[in-house]
């Protein structure tokens, strides 16, 4: 049963973004241009919802070098009461048209390269997942 729910989630995940999405807010296929640089979390959604996220965690950020295709990952908590680095990987990354692989996730990418936002989708155990990144 929670295979099948699994499956089904995964299906609607799919769906959601094909119906949500038209040809104008989709990156049909991203290229090592628009990917490369530096982009600070903004945005967290579960399952649709907005997640609330604080200060510190808006600090979190993704540094793309198209020149080694790495990926730096930055993550930060509050620490003594200040906001501290809690995570730094530095990881390949992959890009497959509108895929985007890194850290062992598989990532749909769900933005424009004209805004300067990066949406990434995702699954993560029985909840979808949608990141938005502005550019830095």
Known sequence: MKKLNQVLLNVLFVCSIIACNSDDDTVEKINETFINGTWQLAETTINGSANQLSTCEKTNSLQF???????IIIN?????????????????????????????????????????????????????????????
Do not use: K, P
């Open 65 to 71: 070098n198209n020149s080694t295709n790495e990926v």
């Open 76 to 136: 930060h908590e509050i620490g003594n009461a200040d906001c501290e680095i809690s995570e730094n990987l530095i990881d390949d990354y992959i890009i497959n048209n509108e895929t985007l692989v890194f850290n062992g996730i598989s990532y749909t990418i769900l933005s424009l390269s004209e805004n300067n936002t990066l949406r990434l989708g995702f699954v993560d155990g029985d909840n979808t997942m949608v990141n938005s990144y502005e550019r830095q």
